[in-house]
C-alpha cells in the first residue's frame, strides 16, 4: 500500500496593509488668500460707500475694484447691509473696546480724556475709519437700520463707558459739572463736529482737530494747573 504523498503548501502571501488615512490639514495658503479676498472686498467697499454713498453703491462695482467675481462677495457677505456692517465691526469695534479698557484704569479723568481724545484724532479722524463714521452722519436718517446698527455696536457701547468715567470722576470730586453725568455726549462732540467738517469744508478751512479735543477738555475741567 503506497503511502500518502503530503503536499507541500505553497507560501501564503502577504496581503498588503491598508494604508494609514491621516486627516488633512488645513490649507493655509488657501485660508491666506481667503481672508486676504475678504480683506480687499471690505476695501472696496469702504472705497464705493465713500464715493458713491451707500444707495448707489452697488456690489458689481465692489467686486470689480477688489478684482473679484461678484459671487465671491456672497461667500462672505450675505448683502451690501451686512458688507457695511462688518466695516463698523472691524473697524470700529476695537477702538470701543479700547475706551472700554480706560473704564478699568484708576487714572485721573484728565488723564482719560486726554488719551480718549488721542485715541479719536490718532485712531478714526486721522484714518479711513472717519469715513465709516461720516457715513452714518450723512446717510443715516435715509437708512435707519444702519443707524440703529452703527447705534448699538459703537455710540451705546461708547456712551456707557463714558458715562461711568465721568459719574466716577464726579464722585471724586474732580469735576466741577456734575451734569456733565448726564451728558456724556458733550464729550465727544469736538469729534462729531471735527468729522463733519473735513467732509464740508475743510477744502476751505482746516480745523485742527486734536487742538480743538484738548481746548475742550480744559473747558469742561478747567484749564490745566501750572504745578
Do not use: C
Not at 42 to 49: P, R
Not at 74 to 91: G, S
Not at 154 to 167: D, I, W, Y
Amino acid at each position: 500500500m503506497v503511502g500518502r504523498q503530503h503536499r507541500t503548501r505553497p507560501p501564503m502571501k502577504h496581503r498588503p496593509k491598508p494604508p494609514v488615512l491621516l486627516p488633512r490639514r488645513p490649507n493655509a495658503s488657501r485660508a491666506q488668500k481667503a481672508a486676504a479676498r475678504r480683506e480687499a472686498i471690505l476695501a472696496a467697499a469702504l472705497d464705493e460707500f465713500s464715493a458713491r454713498g451707500f444707495a448707489a453703491t452697488r456690489l458689481e462695482d465692489v467686486a470689480r475694484r477688489a478684482g473679484v467675481a461678484k459671487g465671491t462677495i456672497y461667500l462672505h457677505f450675505a448683502d451690501k447691509e451686512a458688507l457695511f456692517q462688518e466695516l463698523v465691526r472691524t473697524m470700529l469695534g476695537p477702538l470701543v473696546a479700547s475706551l472700554d479698557q480706560l473704564r478699568t484704569t484708576d487714572l485721573p479723568i484728565r488723564t482719560v480724556l486726554e488719551r480718549f481724545a488721542d485715541l479719536f484724532v490718532i485712531g478714526i479722524y486721522g484714518t479711513r475709519r472717519r469715513d465709516v463714521a461720516h457715513l452714518v452722519i450723512s446717510e443715516g436718517a435715509r437708512f435707519p437700520r444702519l443707524a440703529e446698527f452703527y447705534y448699538h455696536e459703537v455710540v451705546e457701547r461708547g456712551v456707557a463707558a463714558m458715562s461711568a468715567l465721568l459719574e466716577r470722576a464726579i464722585a471724586r470730586g474732580e469735576i466741577p459739572h456734575t451734569a456733565l453725568a448726564r451728558f456724556p455726549q458733550l464729550v465727544a462732540a469736538p469729534g462729531l463736529l471735527a468729522i463733519i467738517w473735513r467732509g464740508l469744508f475743510d477744502r476751505f478751512v482746516h480745523l485742527d482737530a486734536a487742538g480743538m479735543m484738548r481746548t475742550h477738555i480744559d473747558i469742561l475741567l478747567g484749564p490745566r494747573s501750572a504745578s
